[in-house]
């Protein structure tokens, strides 16, 4: 695993971190109410301070600020000024947002809406999907490691979480290993690699005097790899000729950077994160096998179309 791994951990960790909102209250209509109150006496509940009340529907403070907090949490990165960070733009989204949809709320509630078989549907399947997160939030919660478990991570793949090393390097690509031979006998004559690179090399690269830049391993062809990146080359000397597809190659190694050994402790909440996440999947996955195992499943393949 390289670097990309904590990235997929990252997100991994963001779709966990979903799991954990609050079941949403869905208030009830006016007339439903009444209806309710004559039967059972029904009283909404409500978290902290009382912020509106649309006829029989009070919005508690907590339940608003929550409501907030989420949609900050998805406003793009890029649009930041979109967020709700000011009291009045609070009492805004309160009156424009909140009141609003409640209205509309009860509105459809008064016609009957919630009856029509596509809602009952929809809402069903909500029900269904919601219940499936609260068991894998629980499911989840249950699980965590042990200090020993990062040190043993990090010491097993201690060389892969390595920083990616790159290396500068210059080329000179030739058409035919007879005129590689003639510009490596320049070279070791004392030949400037760049000069020889613009007036030799058919690559894209002669332009710039053979200069490619920083590389990373798996760049280019495994042959330019094992050269390249060869401990026995040094910064400043040339490579011998070596075959790739583009031709008979030179390569000149310019500079190193990179490849430096992060310690445990730079390490450690990445990996305890890391782990965590793998360790919620295996258990997710083993509550699937268990449940399968005790569950009568019949798959109809051939009604599929």
């Given amino acids: 695993m390289r670097r990309n791994f904590i990235f997929c951990v990252i997100l991994g960790l963001i779709f966990i971190g979903v799991l954990g909102c609050d079941k949403i209250k869905i208030p009830v209509s006016k007339k439903t109410a009444v209806a309710e109150v004559k039967a059972v006496p029904v009283t909404p509940q409500v978290k902290g301070a009382i912020v509106a009340r649309v006829n029989n529907i009070p919005i508690g ?3 608003f600020n929550q409501e907030v907090e ?19 733009q609070k009492v805004s989204y309160l009156k424009n947002e909140v009141v609003r949809r409640t209205l509309l709320y009860q509105n459809a509630l008064d016609k009957g809406l919630d009856r029509n078989e596509e809602v009952l549907t929809a809402l069903d399947k909500t029900k269904m999907q919601l219940l499936v997160m609260e068991l894998v939030k629980q499911v989840s919660q249950k699980v965590d490691v042990s200090s020993k478990e990062i040190e043993d991570y990090y010491n097993t793949y201690k060389e892969q979480l390595k920083e990616p090393e790159e290396r500068q390097v210059r080329e000179i690509v030739s058409s ?18 760049a000069t020889l690179a613009g007036t030799n090399s058919k690559s894209s690269s002669a332009k710039d005097g053979g200069d490619l830049g920083f590389v990373k391993l798996g760049g280019k062809s495994p042959q330019f790899d094992s050269v390249v990146f060869s401990d026995s080359l040094e910064v400043g000397k040339i490579s011998s000729i070596f075959k790739t597809p583009d031709g008979y190659s030179i390569i000149k190694l310019e500079g190193k950077r990179g ?4 310690p445990l402790s730079e390490m450690w ?4 994160k890391g782990l965590i ?28 179309k």
Wanted: hydrophobic residues 30%; glycine residues 6%; without cysteine.
């Fill in 61 to 63: 403070l907590e339940d």
């Fill in 70 to 88: 989420i949609y900050n949490a998805n406003v793009p990165e890029d649009r930041p000024e979109l967020k709700i960070t000011t009291r009045e």
């Fill in 176 to 193: 035919s290993e007879q005129e590689a031979r003639d510009v490596l006998i320049q070279l070791l004559q004392g030949g400037d690699f």
């Fill in 259 to 262: 490849g430096k050994q992060k």
């Fill in 269 to 272: 909440d990445d990996i305890k």
């Fill in 277 to 304: 996440f793998l360790k919620q999947q295996q258990a997710i996955e083993e509550t699937i096998g268990k449940l399968s195992r005790d569950a009568k499943i019949d798959i109809y393949e051939g009604e599929i």
